[in-house]
């Protein structure tokens, strides 16, 4: 019996999902994070490396791992890649300078072949902010932004041409007001559990 063997054996017994929550720094994860486990979101810092939230979601307990998303702390992301069973890749819908940024970084993490079974989720933070991006203009692989005059072609996170063997979903959120996130994590949850799960 392999080690996969037996890490499924107790993941299935104890229901158990890993979860990497990453993006660009101050797109919201550790927001997000709280609001789905109903803490105080009032005083926020950045994330400095990683937070490690164990949550009990539905019938299953979830271990999510928040990490930092500064540029500096991007290189060490690749250690959080192991045993992941869902990427959750928060997307500030509001910052139109970095979607560039954010569309690169996610590209690279999907290249990472310890990710290739996780379920991703992208979450389009920020919709309460008037000018965000919907999460379909996100979602598109261009997108043309004009004021006034049309101004440049921006490249968005090309979703649509990502690998068709990996289950994604896209959902508008705010991790201010809470809106959209259980649809997202029930999705994540479901998705997780219908290839992990299989014999439930």
Partial sequence: MGLLSIIRKIKKKEKEMRIL???????????????????DTSVISPTLGFNIK???????????????????????????FEQTDGLVWVVDSSDLRRLDDC??????????????????????????IKGALTPQEIAKSTLEISEMVFVTLLQVLNLENMDKTRHWKIVGCSAYTGEG????????????????????
């Fill in 103 to 128: 569309r690169m970084e996610l590209h690279n993490l999907l290249k990472e072949e310890r990710l290739s079974g996780a379920s991703l989720l992208v979450l389009a933070n920020k919709q309460d």
């Fill in 54 to 80: 164990t949550i009990t979601y539905q019938k299953y307990t979830l271990n999510i791992w928040d990490v930092g998303g500064q540029r500096t702390i991007r290189s060490y992301w690749r250690n959080y």
């Fill in 181 to 200: 996130l259980l649809e997202g994590f029930d999705w994540l949850v479901q998705d997780i559990a219908s290839r992990i799960y299989v014999l439930d």
């Fill in 21 to 39: 929550m990453v993006g660009l720094d101050n797109s919201g994860k550790t927001t997000i994070v709280l609001k789905i486990n109903g803490e």
